[in-house]
T-cell receptor, first 112, second 112 residues
Framework: DQQVKQNSPSLSVQEGRISILNCDYT??????FLWYKKYPAEGPTFLIS?????DKNEDGRFTVFLNKSAKHLSLHIVPSQPGDSAVYFC???????????FGDGTTLTVKP | DTGVSQDPRHKITKRGQNVTFRCDPI?????LYWYRQTLGQGPEFLTY????????KSRLLSDRFSAERPKGSFSTLEIQRTEQGDSAMYLC??????????FGPGTRLLVL
């Protein structure tokens, strides 16, 4: 039973355009959602997060949207840059249990 | 403090041997997490500590796995009688009580 799903294993976008990465979850106990970026041979790097009481959080080129009724969140990157090419993981956090559940990742390729 | 560090970065061992990994978190972070990641999947939660207390342990963690955080600072993860299925990247992360987790570079384990 995979509680956090990233249904697109890969995404290719032209430089300057918008990248939209999607994530779905099933457990209503998750109260915090996070996006991480991972380069090869490195650990994931925290990017941006959103509390379940909000529907949008923006940080520079990165915006995360949360639709609680649909149990869906997305990460928008605009404009996309070649340096954004990496694997992006969505994670859902249950503060009471103290643990995060990760999706399997989406590989983003931004073409120059 | 330059972030979360893990040692060793790589470990090759023979089946049946014991291995121990170390994680040094960001110094002011109360929480410390261990994850396991295999190719094509997201990090899989193993266990977490708040200060020196181990508060949550995954059901996936067999009795051969044990983790400690004796003084609420660094942590060790020991795997006894390693099996080939234990081959994976073992990631450590730390966080403040609320907020994103900061990951170390991981220890890649190969069990022959």
């Amino acid at each position: 039973d995979q509680q956090v799903k990233q249904n697109s294993p890969s995404l290719s976008v032209q430089e300057g355009r918008i990248s939209i990465l999607n994530c779905d979850y099933t457990n209503s106990m998750f109260d915090y959602f996070l996006w991480y970026k991972k380069y090869p041979a490195e650990g994931p790097t925290f990017l941006i997060s959103i509390s379940s009481i909000k529907d949008k959080n923006e940080d520079g080129r990165f915006t995360v949207f949360l639709n609680k009724s649909a149990k869906h969140l997305s990460l928008h990157i605009v404009p996309s840059q070649p340096g954004d090419s990496a694997v992006y993981f969505c994670a859902a956090h249950n503060t009471n249990a103290g643990k995060s559940t990760f999706g399997d990742g989406t590989t983003l390729t931004v073409k120059p | 403090d330059t972030g979360v560090s893990q040692d060793p970065r790589h470990k090759i061992t023979k089946r049946g041997q014991n291995v121990t990994f170390r994680c040094d978190p960001i110094s002011e972070h109360n929480r410390l997490y261990w994850y396991r990641q295999t190719l094509g999947q997201g990090p899989e939660f193993l266990t977490y500590f708040q200060n020196e207390a181990q508060l949550e342990k995954s059901r996936l963690l067999s009795d051969r796995f044990s983790a400690e955080r004796p003084k609420g600072s660094f942590s060790t993860l020991e795997i006894q009688r390693t099996e080939q299925g234990d081959s994976a990247m073992y990631l450590c992360a730390s966080s403040e009580l609320a907020g994103g987790q900061y990951f170390g570079p991981g220890t890649r384990l190969l069990v022959l």
